[in-house]
């Protein structure tokens, strides 16, 4: 088992999160540092590609709400990309797919997270 990457990548207002491998355990803490540390100075919008997360567990699940939350306080937006079927079975489970907006396109993620006008 290797330990999850994390490429985060600032675009305009926000930032695309490229994740790679399980999102348990010990790699809980260094996303979460990683998402304040974009919302913290200044990111409007998240993008969180989980194209490479096989598993995340509990703990990452309430990072990836907590982010969304503080995004929304602010009038932004947090959106998950290319989730796994075994991540959108969770999300079903617990009922959080009707929180996340989840795309299985980059184009069509950055087209949501624009500002309405």
């Known amino acids: 088992m290797f330990a999850m990457r994390i490429d985060a990548k600032s675009k305009d207002s926000g930032a695309i999160l490229h994740l790679d491998g399980k999102v348990i ?3 809980v803490p260094r996303l979460k540092k990683t998402i304040e540390e974009r919302i913290d100075s200044g990111a409007n919008w998240l ?3 989980l194209a490479k997360v096989p598993l995340m567990d509990s703990s990452a699940l309430g990072t990836i709400i907590a982010a969304f939350l ?3 306080e602010k009038n932004g937006k947090l959106v998950l990309l290319n989730a796994q079927e075994s ?3 969770v999300l079903s489970v617990t009922k959080l797919d009707t ?3 989840v795309y299985n396109d980059m184009q069509v993620a ?3 997270i ?3 006008s």
Request: glycine share 4%.
């Open 25 to 27: 355990g010990d790699s």
């Open 47 to 49: 993008i969180i590609d």
């Open 70 to 72: 503080r995004l929304r």
């Open 87 to 89: 991540i959108l079975d």
């Open 99 to 101: 929180l996340f907006e």
């Open 110 to 112: 950055l087209e949501a």
């Open 114 to 116: 624009r500002p309405e």
